[in-house]
Nanobody
Framework: QVQLQESGPGLVKPSQTLSLTCTVS??????????WSWIRQPPGKGLEWMGV???????YYSPSLKSRTSISRDTSKNQFSLQLSSVTPDDTAVYCC?????????????WGQGTQVTVSS
């Protein structure tokens, strides 16, 4: 059973960088052909795909967030991380990590429970 767990600060000040980590168990983040995603849901809005890091380390970002987003990984810890810079209150959301199956239209088959991040001074 694949499990994902998000961790990181629940409160970030405007203009700072939001940093979250997703710890994966039950699968390796280098397993072909999967990618590891960050997705968020602002209050009262739908899901927003932010980006992925693939099994081979390749990264792909949402065009609307690309200038502020960086996804990296630590294969020794089986973790991948999100950094979102220059945050504003509009970045307040529940942030989730998920596994995407590159062989199945990038559908997400396993999700973390999500973590609330609030941007406020």
């Amino acid at each position: 059973q694949v499990q994902l767990q998000e961790s990181g600060p629940g409160l970030v000040k405007p203009s700072q960088t939001l940093s979250l980590t997703c710890t994966v168990s039950g699968d390796s983040i280098t397993t072909s052909y999967y990618a590891w995603s960050w997705i968020r849901q602002p209050p009262g809005k739908g899901l927003e795909w932010m980006g992925v890091i693939a099994y081979d380390g390749g990264t792909y970002y949402s065009p609307s967030l690309k200038s502020r987003t960086s996804i990296s990984r630590d294969t020794s810890k089986n973790q991948f991380s999100l950094q979102l810079s220059s945050v504003t209150p509009d970045d307040t959301a529940v942030y989730c990590c998920a596994r995407a199956d590159l062989g199945s239209s990038w559908s997400s088959d396993y999700w973390g429970q999500g973590t609330q991040v609030t941007v406020s001074s």
